[in-house]
């Protein structure tokens, strides 16, 4: 069973700029100002999107000067990925059962 902190991630990525923000930063670690040069959305907008992923822990900043980078945090996607995955065996165990039960 989901927790409500992995549906309260999965609210998180369920956005599309916050999605392209988690692709970019699964290639490289990038500031601010690279990610609205990727993304085309207004600073202001990607901030507030960088502060959910943020607080929600699926990205870490490191700021540098007057920059600050962010950087993705894997392990908490890969937690998620293995929530899906236990939840994927387990549809595919009851279905084996299903067969076995429907058919005589």
């Known amino acids: 069973m989901l927790t409500s902190v992995e549906t309260d991630l999965i609210r998180v990525l369920a956005d599309p700029l ?9 290639r490289e670690t990038l500031c ?37 980078y962010y950087r993705l945090r894997p392990d ?6 293995g929530q899906f995955a236990e939840l994927a065996e387990t549809a595919r165990t009851t279905a084996a059962a299903d067969v076995k039960r429907a058919c005589p």
Request: aromatic share 2%; hydrophobic share 45%; net charge neutral.
């Open 18 to 26: 916050r999605m392209t923000i988690v692709h970019l930063l699964a």
């Open 32 to 68: 601010t100002t690279h990610l609205v040069e990727e993304t085309g959305a207004r600073q202001t907008n990607l901030s507030n999107h960088l502060r959910v992923l943020r607080d929600a822990g699926v990205v870490d900043t490191e700021p540098c000067g007057r920059f600050t």
């Open 76 to 81: 908490v996607l890969a937690a998620l990925a």
